[in-house]
């Protein structure tokens, strides 16, 4: 009789180790299968030419950005709410509206008073410009008319201190 237990809990033991094993194979593979983040544009990319009109009736163009900040930012994403309070230096902003024009102007005024906005539908051609991908936040910096630094934070974009 005990040799009958020894094997039920013997199996028991590895039924367990096998679901456990299973599940970790299929966590495994959920990851595979999420999409990866596009690619960031690279530094030293011209950026490509543009125009499109601001919220105060303005038109920005590629030729006006020389050492500029540039953000791609939606009013539903929420990374982009925290990043509004961050952006306190000039910088132009891409606020792609998704049809609610409400809710951008609402997040783009409080993005602060150094920053330029323009409202861009889902599939600009400001975002083609720049080789940016769909996710926001996207930050580039921008010097004569190149990349030189891209990310989805603040830290990524940063001018680095002069050695």
Do not use: K, W
């Not at 994403?77 to 606020?95: D, K």
């Not at 940016?132 to 934070?153: E, F, N, S, Y």
């Amino acid at each position: 009789m005990s040799f009958l237990v020894a094997v039920v809990a013997v199996l028991a033991v590895l039924t367990v180790l096998n679901l456990l094993l299973s599940a970790a194979i299929i966590r495994l593979l959920n990851e595979q299968r999420r999409p990866a983040l596009p690619a960031l544009p690279a530094a030293g990319t011209e950026i490509g030419a543009f125009e499109v009109t601001d919220a105060d009736g303005a038109t920005v163009t590629d030729r006006e950005l020389d050492d500029a900040l540039v953000a791609f930012l939606s009013p539903t994403c929420g990374p982009c709410r925290r990043l509004a309070g961050e952006l306190t230096e000039p910088a132009v902003a891409f606020i792609i509206d998704g049809g609610d024009r409400d809710a951008a102007v609402e997040y783009a005024a409080g993005l602060g008073p150094a920053v330029r906005v323009a409202f861009v539908g889902d599939r600009s051609p400001v975002a083609a410009a720049f080789g940016a991908g769909d996710v926001t936040p996207t930050l580039i910096r921008v010097r004569d008319r190149r990349i030189t630094a891209a990310g989805h934070d603040l830290d990524a974009v940063r001018p680095q201190p002069v050695r």
